[in-house]
T-cell receptor, first 116, second 113 residues
Framework: DAKTTQPPSMDCAEGRAANLPCNHS???????VYWYRQIHSQGPQYIIH???NNETNEMASLIITEDRKSSTLILPHATLRDTAVYYC?????????????????FGKGTHLIIQP | EAQVTQNPRYLITVTGKKLTVTCSQN?????MSWYRQDPGLGLRQIYY?????VTDKGDVPEGYKVSRKEKRNFPLILESPSPNQTSLYFC???WGQGIGEQFFGPGTRLTVL
């Protein structure tokens, strides 16, 4: 899986859009970009994923650059409950080959703090 | 409600006393996985299971066992816990391996004295 780079922390005002960047310059053609978040010591929560087109769901939007070397997660109207660590993960589909670790690679992520 | 449940949520035990952390999912997922999370090390995969009776080692399997006798359950067994297994443990499940959304349980905080 390609490595990702995220800023360690970001602040955002409540009610504003939070834009979280992720750099994945070595991404391969079959690798998807996933975003998860973890609210203090809770289980990670899936947010969104995409391959090359922009994606939107009820939680967020994912914007992937045309060259796929970076992406941005957008939380359109951030609330205090969106304060969490956000992880950008790049991962290819796998065919089971009978062994080998295959866990999601959670880096250090971005600690997003929503300010009232 | 679709969910992954873990029990217990908190456990304090002593070195060498066998314990089991249960994990159950109600989404008919084939794929299940265990992670541990430690400060500064992030989440690391312990074991995973592609389906019933199919399990494989993750990055840090030493000191742990798992079984997958039923699709919905994937217990984590510590035969002889040691203090270095003090950690926050998460179970996860998904439809298949390596693609799509993984659902995580609420976590089990284990302390081994």
């Amino acid at each position: 899986d390609a490595k990702t780079t995220q800023p360690p922390s970001m602040d955002c005002a409540e009610g504003r859009a939070a834009n979280l960047p992720c750099n994945h310059s070595t991404i391969s053609g079959n690798e998807y970009v996933y975003w998860y978040r973890q609210i203090h010591s809770q289980g990670p929560q899936y947010i969104i994923h995409g391959l090359k087109n922009n994606e939107t769901n009820e939680m967020a939007s994912l914007i992937i650059t045309e060259d796929r070397k970076s992406s941005t997660l957008i939380l359109p109207h951030a609330t205090l409950r969106d304060t969490a660590v956000y992880y950008c993960i790049v991962r290819a589909p796998r065919a089971y080959s009978g062994g080998g670790a295959d866990g999601l690679t959670f880096g250090k992520g971005t600690h997003l703090i929503i300010q009232p | 409600e679709a969910q992954v449940t873990q029990n217990p949520r908190y456990l304090i035990t002593v070195t060498g006393k066998k314990l089991t952390v249960t994990c159950s999912q109600n989404m008919n997922h084939e794929y299940m996985s265990w992670y541990r999370q430690d400060p500064g090390l992030g989440l690391r995969q312990i074991y995973y299971s592609m389906n019933v009776e199919v399990t494989d080692k993750g990055d840090v399997p030493e000191g742990y066992k798992v079984s997958r006798k039923e699709k919905r359950n994937f217990p984590l067994i510590l035969e002889s816990p040691s203090p270095n297994q003090t950690s926050l443990y998460f179970c996860a499940s998904s439809w298949g391996q390596g693609i799509g959304e993984q659902f995580f349980g609420p976590g089990t905080r284990l302390t081994v004295l």
